[in-house]
């Protein structure tokens, strides 16, 4: 079954709005959890590190600001675009390491978001 | 710059063929290796990982691992056209807890 739960898995939305997106560890505690993005034809840039308890560590170039991440359990880690724009239309994929550890990791089923 | 390369592809073979895909990283301190299989609009699948060098068999799937010359690849054996997708590698490089990806190979199996 899935390891990894992620909701929703299709926003389409109008500019401006903020968009929220869970992540869910099913069937072991995370402390660490990871947000990527992926543009069409291109691969997985990594976003972000969530941290629970701690603040997020996010990848050089992106705006903490923008992207707002929370981790307030040890299962749950949250993704709030705000003030989404057209650029921003990606599909953006959680994951979480096997286990605990840090590899390998177990991807969500993503979330496509489109913003109008 | 740090990288992990691989070929875009397509790389088309007929049904029961075998498919070999291949990456190359540039850290030479790189410790875990990884294959995911992403179908179009779905997330990545963990296909295999590796650690050490040599081959690492699971089923259909074959991971080899040469680091002195720096590349990790996978093979499928009896391709099916339900493997038809795009395969990503990964790699952990040194110093890092984060996964860097390829762009991944696009493979294409023909009935």
């Known amino acids: 079954g899935a390891v990894v739960s992620q909701h929703p898995s299709w926003v389409i939305c109008k500019s401006g709005t903020s968009v929220k997106i869970e992540c869910r560890s099913l069937d072991f505690q995370a402390t660490t959890m990871f947000w990527y993005r992926q543009f069409p034809k291109q691969s997985l840039m990594l976003m972000a590190t969530?941290?629970?308890?701690?603040?997020?560590?996010?990848e050089q170039g992106v705006e903490k600001d923008k992207f707002l991440i929370n981790h307030a359990s040890l299962t749950l880690s949250t993704l709030t675009v705000t003030s989404a724009h057209p650029e921003d239309s990606s599909f953006y994929i959680c994951s979480v390491p096997q286990q605990g550890g840090l590899q390998p990791q177990h991807f969500g089923d993503g979330t496509r978001l489109s913003i109008l | 710059q740090k990288e992990v390369e691989q070929n875009s592809g397509p790389l088309s073979v007929p049904e029961g063929a075998i498919a070999s895909l291949n990456c190359t990283y540039s850290d030479r301190g790189s410790q875990s290796f990884f294959w995911y299989r992403q179908y179009s609009g779905k997330s990545p699948e963990l296909i295999m990982f590796?650690?050490?060098?040599g081959d690492k068999e699971d089923g259909r799937f074959t991971a080899q691992l040469n680091k002195a010359s720096q590349y990790v690849s996978l093979l499928i054996r009896d391709s099916q056209p339900s493997d038809s997708a795009t395969y990503l590698c990964?790699?952990?490089?040194?110093?890092?807890?984060?996964?860097?990806f390829g762009k991944g190979t696009m493979l294409l199996v023909s009935p």
């Open positions: 969530s941290n629970e308890g701690s603040k997020a560590t996010y």
């Open positions: 590796i650690y050490s060098n």
């Open positions: 990964a790699v952990n490089l040194s110093g890092y807890s984060t996964l860097t």
